[in-house]
């Protein structure tokens, strides 16, 4: 039977307060576990890789699963993130490249080698749609996956919303844009943007189109996920909402909504529509038996 695990990022615990002390790593993992999450996500870099392999122990104690965010900012850098990844018996690496050759087709050799490196150390490996990395744009996006049949895409579709700033509704043309990364992504973050602001409040009331488009696309690519994928798969889904700059912020830094409370509200909201997903492949299940 298909799987859904919800994965909460460690950057997201972040809290970069002005007013209130960061949370050790004891009770991020505990706050996560405790909130019936899969697993953490942690992210770094080659030059990070002594510090990260401190957090082990903390997957094991409070039973989550490990997501690894690589950052590789030299050919030669996603070579040990992949190891430490597969030590740390992470579910996937997903690449934000710092490698940005401007035209596309020079970007395709360097996900091959990303990718035959994943496949030497044998972890399984995404590439993150994401501004300021190898695929910084929806148009460069679309033409390396044209180009690239096997790459495999974790769908951060804020970053598609802001970069092309996409007006709402959203128009065929670029719905039928974002339908062509949804077909390509086996892993889809839980962040919410309008066309000006990556990361915006979803409970303000200004924000409800948007947090219902992000919704749909949600519910979109999961259908697809699981209409291509085998009866025994996992799809994990990671919340991942930034702490400042990333969150906003009034005049003395202080976020304009709780994070944390938005992280469990959008796993709730993934695991509904996981859930009436489920309800509609056993409505065509009866359907076609009838």
């Known amino acids: 039977m298909q799987k859904l695990e919800i994965y909460q990022s460690l950057w997201g615990m972040e809290l970069r307060s002005p007013t209130l002390n960061e949370r050790t790593h004891d009770e991020c993992f505990s706050m996560v576990s405790e909130a019936g999450f899969d697993g953490m996500c942690i992210d ?23 997501m690894v ?14 190891q430490l990844a597969k030590d740390f018996n992470a579910c996937v690496t997903n690449v934000i490249g710092g490698v ?31 501004r300021d990395s190898t695929l910084n744009d929806l148009f460069y996006t679309l033409q390396v996956v044209d180009a690239m049949p096997e ?12 970069n092309r700033e996409f007006r709402s509704p959203i128009p065929a043309v670029d719905q039928a844009y974002i339908d062509r990364i949804m077909e390509r992504s086996d892993c889809f973050q839980g962040r919410i943007a309008n066309r000006e602001q990556i990361q915006i409040q979803i409970n303000f009331p200004q924000h409800h189109e948007w947090v219902e488009i992000f919704r749909d696309w949600w519910k ?17 889904f990671l ?17 304009l909504s709780n994070r944390w409370d938005e ?25 076609n038996g009838q």
């Open 44 to 66: 770094f870099g080659a030059d990070e890789i002594n510090e990260f392999e401190k957090l082990r122990s903390y997957f094991g104690e409070y039973n989550l699963g490990c």
């Open 69 to 82: 965010n690589a950052f590789p900012y030299k050919l030669d850098d996603l070579r040990p993130i992949l």
């Open 100 to 130: 940005m050759p401007v035209a596309y087709s020079a970007a395709v050799p360097v996900l091959y080698r990303w990718m035959e490196d994943a496949k030497d150390v044998g972890m399984p490996l995404l590439f993150e749609t994401h």
């Open 151 to 162: 790459l495999r895409l974790c769908a951060d579709l804020s970053h598609f919303v802001i």
């Open 220 to 236: 979109k690519g999961m259908r697809r996920w699981r209409q291509r994928n085998t009866a025994n798969a996992t799809l994990v």
């Open 239 to 255: 919340c991942e909402l930034g702490p400042p700059p990333y969150a906003m912020t009034d005049a003395n830094g202080v976020e």
């Open 263 to 287: 992280a469990l509200q959008i796993k709730a909201w993934a695991e509904r529509i996981w859930a009436e997903l489920d309800i509609e492949d056993l409505r065509m299940a009866e359907h």
